[in-house]
Nanobody, 124 residues
């Protein structure tokens, strides 16, 4: 079983870069089992897939966020990190990291694992 935990600031000022780290256990990011993903849920809205990194380090991003998003990994620490630049109040959301078997999914399925989520507020 994979366990994931998000960490990072709860409050970010507009125009700054948000960085969130997902620390996990129970598997290795270098195995082919999952897409290691970031998903968010703005208040009152549905889940939104942001991007993912796979076993080889390949990355994919939501087209609307691609210019502001990057995902990196530290294989020695079992971590992957989301960087979202030039944030605005519209980036306020609960951010989840997840290990999922289906690319770009926001549906929780058996065999997928999600962190508990972390609230990020963008405000001056």
């Amino acid at each position: 079983q994979v366990q994931l935990q998000e960490s990072g600031p709860g409050l970010v000022k507009p125009s700054q870069t948000l960085s969130l780290t997902c620390t996990f256990s129970g598997d290795s990011i270098t195995t082919r089992n999952y897409y290691w993903s970031w998903i968010r849920q703005p208040p009152g809205k549905g889940l939104e897939w942001m991007g993912a990194i796979n076993y080889s380090g390949s990355t994919w991003y939501r087209p609307s966020l691609k210019s502001r998003t990057s995902i990196s990994r530290d294989t020695s620490k079992n971590q992957f990190t989301l960087h979202l630049s030039s944030v605005t109040p519209e980036d306020t959301a609960v951010y989840y990291c997840a290990a999922v078997r289906e690319f770009a999914t926001t549906t929780r399925r058996d065999g997928d694992y999600w962190g508990q989520g972390t609230q990020v507020t963008v405000s001056s």
